[in-house]
C-alpha cells in the first residue's frame, strides 16, 4: 500500500515529490523519503520514519535539489518502521530504487549478494531489489537492461523506481501486480502509484500494463515489455482535477466513498495476488510461521466490522475448512474465555482506535492464543501497533460516518485471510485460484452494480414515510442484511432490522403489513429457493416487498413485489456485491429525508470511548 512519486524535469522537482506524496498519504505509510540527482551529479537522500510531514521539516533543515528524484511513503512488511528501512534505498551510492509490492524470494537473492561483497542497511526485501540492479548495471553498463534482468529474477509483485548517479536525466519505472503510472508533462515526466499524486502537475497519462518496463526521460517515454519488445500504450486525459482527492463533483462523502469502492478494492489486492494464488507475505515476514500453527479463528469488531467478520465466518468454515467465531467486542471483553489450542486472534477496525476492540485485544494477549492478526484502514493506528501481525484495507481516508468503501475493503482482506489459512489446511490449488479469480473481477461487478443508482434513487421514495424498515437474507447474506438496516438507521433515521429469511416465522411475521417495507437479497445460490418460500410468507400477509436478485433468479415484478436485477456474480463473492445497492438505497432515502448524511446525530466517525 506504499506510495511512490518519480520526477524527471528542467525544473527542480523537490516540491513536487513532496506534495505527490502528501496526496498518497491516504494510502497508509509509517516512513517517508526521497532520492534526487543534484546538480553536482551527488545522489542525495533524506528519509523518515513518520509522517510526510516529518519529512517537509528535515528538508527544510538540510536542503536538497535536483532535477531527477525519486519518493516514496512505505508500510512496513519487512522491517520495522525506522530511517534505515524507509525507501529510497541505495546501492554503492549509485543506483536509489524506490518500491511497491512483496518479493517473495529476496533471501535465496541476499544470500547470492552476501556472497558478492553486498552489505544491508535495512531489512527489507527492497535493499535485496536495489544490489541486484547495481550488480546487473555493473555487468552492463545500462540501466534499462540491469532492471530487464533483475525483473526477471523477482518472484512476487513489485512496482518501482530507478534512477542512477551516473544518468541523471534517466528515471526507470517497471510494474507487476503493483500499479504505475506515468504522468506525462511539457518537456517532463513523471511516474506515480495514483494519478492523484500527479494531478498538480498533468492531468494526461499513460498506465503501465502488467510486466510493462519504461524507460523515461525529459523529452522520451520508451515502454518495453518483459522481452523487451518496444510496446506502444496509448496516453489518456484524465477529467480528475487537483483537488479530486476532496468531495469533488458528489454531493456527499458519503456517496463519493460507495463510488470509490471498485478503485478501494483494487487497491487493497494490490501486490498481494499472485497469478492464481494469494502471497502470504503481504500478511508481514512473520505470518506464514504464525498460520502454520493456526487450527481455528476467533473474530472480534464492532459495528460494521463485526458484520464483516459475521460473513468471513461462512468463507472461513466453507472454503478454508476452519472453523471460526465472531463476537461483538464490547460484549467479548466482559465475559470468561475458553480458548481452543491453536486460536488466532482476528480484530477488524476502521480506524485501529476502537476501544472495545482494543480492550479485547489486550485481553486476549493474556488468554493464550496463538497470535493477533488485525485488519485495519490506518496503518499507524493502535490496533496495528499492537498486533502480531495485520492486514491493511486500502480504503483510503472515509470521511462520512457510515462506513461503505471500509466495510467492502474490510471483506476484501478477510477473503485473502481464508485463503492464507486454507492454504495450510490443504485447500486445493484449484480452489485457491477459483477464489483469486473471484476477487479480480468483483471491481467490474461492482461498477456494474453502481449502475443501478438511478433505479434506487426512484426507489428510495417509497421510504420516505415509512417507520420501519426489515431486511432478510439467507447465509452469507444475512449479515449483509444486518449492514443494509445498519446503514439505514444510521443516517435516514428509520427503524430498521434484520432476520435470517428462514426465522420470519419465529416471530417477525407478526410486524409486517403494506406500512413497513421489507428488502432482501436473493443470489442465485443453494438457499435461493428457501429464500423465495420465506418470501411468499410475507406476501401473503399483506407485506411490501424489494428484492434484489441475481439475473436468472426466477422472480418477477408484481404488486407489492418490487425485483432489481443484479449482475451475475461467483457465490463467493455476492456477500460484497450485494452490499453496494443497499448502500445507495440507504444513502438516497436519507438524502430525500433531509438528514445530515455524512455526519448523523448521535454517531462518531472512530469510537475512542467505551
Known amino acids: 500500500m506504499c506510495g511512490i512519486v518519480g520526477a524527471v524535469a528542467e525544473r527542480d522537482v523537490t516540491a513536487i515529490l513532496l506534495e505527490g506524496l502528501r496526496r498518497l498519504e491516504y494510502r497508509g505509510y509509517d516512513s517517508a523519503g526521497l532520492a534526487l540527482l543534484d546538480a553536482d551529479g551527488r545522489l542525495q537522500r533524506v528519509r523518515t520514519a513518520g509522517k510526510v510531514e516529518r519529512l517537509a521539516d528535515a528538508l527544510k533543515a538540510t536542503p536538497v535539489t535536483g532535477r531527477t528524484g525519486i519518493a516514496h511513503t512505505r508500510w512496513a512488511t519487512h522491517g520495522v518502521p525506522s530511517d534505515n528501512n524507509a525507501h529510497p534505498h541505495v546501492s554503492r551510492d549509485e543506483i536509489a530504487i524506490v518500491h511497491n509490492g512483496i518479493i517473495e524470494n529476496f533471501e535465496v537473492l541476499r544470500d547470492r549478494q552476501r556472497e558478492l561483497g553486498y552489505e544491508f542497511s535495512s531489512e527489507t526485501d527492497t535493499e535485496v531489489i536495489c544490489h541486484q540492479i547495481h550488480y546487473h548495471y555493473a555487468q552492463s553498463g545500462d540501466l534499462l537492461e540491469a532492471v530487464r534482468r533483475t525483473v526477471s529474477e523477482l518472484d512476487g509483485a513489485y512496482a518501482l523506481g530507478v534512477v542512477s548517479r551516473r544518468e541523471p536525466g534517466r528515471l ?18 513523471f511516474i506515480a502509484s495514483d494519478v492523484f499524486a500527479l494531478l498538480p502537475v498533468t492531468q494526461r497519462f499513460v498506465f503501465l500494463d502488467e510486466g510493462d518496463i519504461a524507460d523515461i526521460s525529459r523529452e522520451e517515454l520508451t515502454i518495453y515489455d518483459l522481452d523487451g519488445n518496444r510496446i506502444e500504450r496509448p496516453v489518456q486525459t484524465s477529467e480528475l482535477s487537483a483537488d479530486a482527492a476532496e468531495r469533488g463533483q458528489y454531493r456527499h462523502f458519503m456517496l463519493k466513498e460507495i463510488h470509490e469502492q471498485p478503485r478501494a478494492i483494487t487497491e487493497t489486492l494490490e501486490g498481494r495476488l499472485a497469478e492464481d494464488r494469494v502471497l502470504s507475505a503481504a500478511f508481514g515476514p512473520n505470518a506464514a510461521e504464525l498460520f502454520a500453527r493456526v487450527q481455528r479463528v476467533q473474530i ?114 478477510l477473503l485473502l485471510l481464508v485463503a492464507a489459512l486454507g492454504r495450510e ?186
Open 425 to 610: 489446511q490443504g485447500m486445493a490449488r484449484e480452489r485457491e485460484a477459483e477464489l483469486v479469480q473471484a476477487l479480480r473481477g468483483l471491481p467490474k461487478r461492482i461498477e456494474q452494480a453502481l449502475e443501478m443508482e438511478a433505479i434506487i434513487e426512484q426507489l428510495a421514495e417509497d421510504f420516505v414515510d415509512k417507520q420501519h424498515a426489515l431486511f432478510l437474507g439467507r447465509g452469507p447474506q444475512y449479515p449483509v442484511a444486518m449492514e443494509g438496516a445498519l446503514k439505514l438507521k444510521e443516517i435516514s433515521y428509520i427503524h430498521a432490522e434484520a432476520y435470517p429469511a428462514g426465522e420470519l416465522k419465529h416471530g417477525p411475521l407478526a410486524l409486517v403489513d403494506n406500512e413497513m417495507p421489507v428488502i432482501a437479497v436473493a443470489p442465485r445460490d443453494d438457499l435461493v429457493d428457501k429464500l423465495k418460500s420465506n418470501l411468499q410468507e410475507v406476501r401473503a400477509r399483506g407485506g411490501v416487498l424489494y428484492v434484489f436478485a441475481e439475473e436468472g433468479v426466477d422472480m418477477r415484478s408484481d404488486d407489492g413485489f418490487r425485483v432489481l436485477s443484479m449482475p451475475a456474480a461467483p457465490e463467493l463473492v455476492a456477500p460484497i456485491l450485494y452490499t453496494v445497492p443497499l448502500q445507495l438505497l440507504a444513502y438516497h432515502v436519507a438524502v430525500l429525508k433531509g438528514t445530515d448524511v455524512d455526519q448523523p446525530r448521535n454517531l462518531a466517525k472512530s469510537v475512542t470511548v467505551e
Open 300 to 413: 472480534v469488531a464492532c459495528g460494521t466490522s463485526f458484520h464483516a467478520g459475521t460473513v468471513a465466518k461462512y468463507w472461513f468454515e466453507s472454503w478454508a475448512g476452519v472453523p471460526c467465531d465472531v463476537e461483538v467486542a464490547s460484549e467479548f471483553r466482559y465475559r470468561p474465555h475458553v480458548v481452543a489450542p491453536g486460536t488466532l486472534f482476528v480484530t477488524i477496525s476502521q480506524s485501529g482506535e476502537t476501544a472495545d476492540t482494543l480492550a479485547a485485544l489486550r485481553e486476549a494477549k493474556t488468554r493464550g492464543y496463538v497470535g493477533s492478526l488485525a485488519i485495519c484502514n490506518v496503518p499507524e493506528s493502535s490496533l496495528v501497533r499492537e498486533s502480531d501481525v495485520t492486514l491493511m484495507t486500502r480504503a483510503g481516508p472515509e470521511i462520512g460516518v457510515a462506513s461503505t468503501k471500509a466495510f467492502t475493503t474490510q471483506l476484501v482482506a
Open 172 to 189: 526507470i519505472g517497471a510494474r507487476r501486480g503493483s500499479p504505475l503510472v506515468v504522468g506525462v508533462g511539457i518537456g517532463e515526466h
